[in-house]
Every structure is written in C-alpha cells, then in structure tokens.
C-alpha cells in the first residue's frame, strides 16, 4: 500500500518532538477524525531555521509530517507557504488516493504556524 | 531514535485470526481427496457421484450434531456472508405478509448490517438495537421494540459473538422472547462456532450462520442452519441441491474440509485460548492509559481489544507488522470509509478510542513465547508512538 520512502519516513520520522521555545506553532486535524498535527518553527531572518513535528496518525501522517520537516528546513517564509501537499506527496514516491489528504494537513499545519509567526510580528511591529 | 525494525530475533506471530485461521493440516489432508480421488458431483447416479455424496452427507451430519440440530437443517453456503444474506433476505420476503419489521443490533457484521439498509429501501422497517459500553446487546429495548410493532416484527437477527470485541450475546434469552413472540431468529454465530456453546434446540434459534475459515477450515464454505418448518425464500436460484434451498453444485472438497475443522476442536484447546487470552489482556493492560473494548468476562476464548490512548490504530498495527506480528484495527484510517469502526463507535466509545483500538485474535496454534515477544514489541511501539504524539492525559486538546 505504500511506497518505501512512505516507509522509510514512518519508521525513522525525521525532526519529530516538541521543541523548547517554537517561534510559532501550526496546529491542524482532531483527535476526532483521527489526526492531529503540530509543526513547531524556530524562525531566523526569515527563513526556517528549525522545525521539529508532533503527530496523531495513521502512516502516512507521520511520514508527511516527516517530510514536510525535511522540506521546508532552511527555506524562506515565502517560500515554506508555497510547499503544497503535491510536494509533499511526490517526495513521497506517491500516496494512496485514499491518504492524500494526509499529505493536505502536513502542509496545513505548516502554513499555520508560517502564519502565526507573521501575525505575531505584525502585532510587535505595530506596538 | 531507536528503530523497530531491528529486533534481537525476529518472528511471525498471526494474531489476527478473527479475520481468517490458517487451515489445518489435518484439513487440508482430508481435503485433497476430493480434488483429484474423489472428485464427482454429488447429484450424480454412478459410482463417484455416490461417494461425493457420501462424504457431503456424513459432513452434513458432523456439523449438526455440534449445534444439536438435524442434518436436513443444515444448508452448506459459501460463506457467512452468504449464509448471513440468505438468512436476512430469505426471511423477509416469505414474510412480508404478515409483517415488515426488522430487529438487529448497532454492532452487526456488514454482511447483515447492509442487508438490512438494503431492506429498508425496499419498504422494510428496521430497529438497529443499542449496545451496552460493555458491549451486550439492550434486551429491554429489543422487548420494548416488538410490543411497539404490534405483530409487525418478523425477524430478530443477533450476532452470537461480536467479531471485533468477542462479546457473547445472551442468545438463549433473546431466543426465547423471539420463541413467545413468535418471530423467527436468526443468529449470526461465524465467530463463535466451536468456541462458544451452541445448542439450536435449548436456545430456540431459527437460523445460524456459520462459516468454516474462522476454525481453521477453507475459505469458501459455511452453512446456514434452517430450522425445519422455518418459511424462507430461497435465494440461489437453479438446481434442486440443498433440500431445494440453494442452487449449486456442492463444494464437496470444502465442506468436507468445514466438517474436519469443527470435529477437531477440543475443551482443552479451549481453556488453553482462554488462559492465553487472560495472559495478554492482563499484560497488555500493564501498559498506562489502555483499556480493554467489551466484557471481559462475557468474552470469547481468542479475543482481546484494546485501546491505546494518544496513539492511532495503522500505525501501531504497521510497527508490528515490521515486527513481524498481524493484528487488526477499528481506526478509521485503516478502514476504506475513513470511518472508525461502527462496533467501537457503538460501545459508546469516544471517536479516538476507536482509532487507537486493537484487536489480537487467538488459535489453538498460538504460544506463550508468541504473545511474549507481541507484548514486548506493542510496548515499544506504544511508547515510540506516544513519543511522537501531541496527545496526552495532560493536554486538553482544543479545536481550532
């Protein structure tokens, strides 16, 4: 059913874990739909300068939470809120029809926190 | 990160044998006769049609006498699905004369779930019973529900034992409201034949589903029990075979094989499972924040489900797999509906319980080192999980 690099991601998850004082945190999914992703960004002139992931989720969720990490590590902002689940996906060697919207919540989650950060500095460069 | 893959001394261990039991040796032996000996059709008049009859005859007689019925009550199907279709359908339509109401429970196998909805769509009315959060069917309300119908209700179908949780149902009550009432019962018993005591006559049962692949026979075979004078429609049109109850020439070599299977079990493979079973359940629940799906006590010999909290069901089940273990899951992401499962859900089960439930199913084949190695390996997949999960008792997960 799925693909050894899908495999590869949900045996040895690269990134995964909290991090100690994220600059932003992109939360998408509910433990009711049987998915819950955090990716957590340390953000340094503008670019990614950390990202680690927390997942509730089937395999494919890990791995493109996984992958996502890999991605988007040491990328501009611009250019982390232009990753798509295709992306993603096609890193992947592919995915199951049924799985691709797995693929669609890795980069959800990624631009939320994107997002968060900026709203955040927007509010401390209005103050 | 430590990987799982990488065990000190890998195994197979087959944990998943709710789905499907590996055939018995002895099955198998037996089989083969059939497929190139003897090998001739069973309604034939010469020398090998008589012998493919004999051996479908003294089958027929094996698998009666293990639920205390009649030979002539027995209907070899293909399957519990079959059985189960032709139970349902063929009940209902010999008696949408006298009425249009259906009962069954939440928890149902799809293969009479379905059936059912297909019913309804053709003007049947049905009462989907609650299930208790300790897996047992509401026999008030199933009281309650042919009192409303006034007579209307022309057929109760409960399973005897639930195939995701194992939970025995009280069939011999339910048999003897339905026996009062005067409404045919049928009852679905594919997993708890041979392991659960059955007897037609004592728990006034109409119709059994049954289904030989569960019990280490072939795939492909099964029978459904019709009580003699029971009003069904038949429903695999064509020839006469089965008491001109269903068309098709007989499956000699699998029913053969059905009949081997269930006349080799024994009390003590049974008591064995069931110490086994205790073994796991009690080991499995050592690990924090888990909890058992279902009765333990009202429970097959084979069956143990179980939650594990803040981790999801593929997952656990994938980091066993490369461990070499096969169990099964009620997550939704396993399912193809992307639904969790219905048999979960309707234990009352918050939606992310049933995602990170388990099912570990026993055989006679099954070991104490088998279930030593599962335990150790779904402890260290537990916890790699849990470590990569952003759910725990603490945090209060909110929406957004």
Known sequence: MYSKEVMEHFTNPKNSGEMKNPDAVGQVGNPVCGDVMYIYLKIKDNKIKDISFKTFGCAAAIATSSMITEIAKNKTLDEGMKITRQDVANKLGGLPPNKMHCSNLAADALHNAIREYREKQNKLNKK | ?400
């Open chain 2, 1 to 400: 990160m430590k990987k799982t893959n990488q065990s000190s001394s890998q195994m197979k261990v087959y944990l998943d044998n709710g789905a499907t039991t590996k055939t018995a040796e002895e099955v198998v032996k037996e089989m083969n006769i059939y497929f190139q000996t003897k090998y001739g059709n069973a309604s034939s008049l010469h020398s090998f049609g008589q012998e493919a009859n004999e051996a479908l005859e003294n089958s027929r007689k094996i698998i009666a006498e293990k639920i205390n019925a009649l030979p002539e009550e027995i209907i070899f199907t293909s399957g519990g699905t079959e059985s189960d279709n032709f139970a349902v359908k063929g009940i209902a339509y010999a008696n949408k004369n006298k009425g249009n109401h259906i009962i069954t429970s939440k928890f149902e196998h799809p293969a009479v779930l379905n059936m059912c909805k297909e019913l309804e769509k053709e003007g049947f009315t049905v009462t989907y019973l609650n299930v208790s959060k300790e897996g047992i069917v509401d026999i008030d309300q199933l009281r309650a529900e042919i009192g409303k119908k006034q007579g209307k209700t022309i057929l109760v179908t409960i399973m005897h034992a639930n195939n995701e949780i194992g939970t025995i149902q009280p069939i011999k009550e339910i048999g003897e409201i339905c026996k009062l009432n005067k409404i045919a019962f049928h009852t679905d018993a594919v997993q708890s034949f041979t392991k659960a005591k059955i007897d037609v006559q004592e728990m006034n049962i109409d119709l059994l589903s049954l289904s030989a692949h569960k019990l280490h026979g072939p795939k492909g075979v099964g029978a459904l029990y019709i009580k003699k004078g029971t009003e069904i429609k038949k429903q695999a049109i064509g020839g006469h075979h089965e008491f001109n109850l269903r068309a098709g020439t007989e499956n000699i070599s699998g029913i053969v094989g059905f009949a081997k299977a269930a006349s080799l079990v024994n009390d003590e493979e049974i008591k064995n499972m069931t110490g086994l079973r205790n073994y796991l359940i009690d080991n499995l629940l050592k690990i924090p924040n888990t909890q058992l799906n279902g009765s333990r006590e009202k429970r097959l010999c084979n069956n143990v489900n179980i939650a594990f909290n803040f981790v999801e069901g593929e997952s656990l089940l994938l980091y066993l797999n490369q461990n070499g273990i096969a169990v099964s899951t009620g997550s939704a992401c396993s399912s193809k509906s992307l639904e969790p499962s219905h048999v979960l859900l309707s234990l009352g089960l918050k939606h992310e319980i049933c995602h990170g439930s388990i099912r570990f199913s026993l055989s006679k084949y099954t070991t104490k080192k088998e279930l030593d190695y599962t335990i150790k390996n779904v402890k260290a997949a537990v916890e790699k999980l849990r470590a990569l999960s952003p759910l725990n008792e603490k945090v209060k997960y909110t929406a957004k």
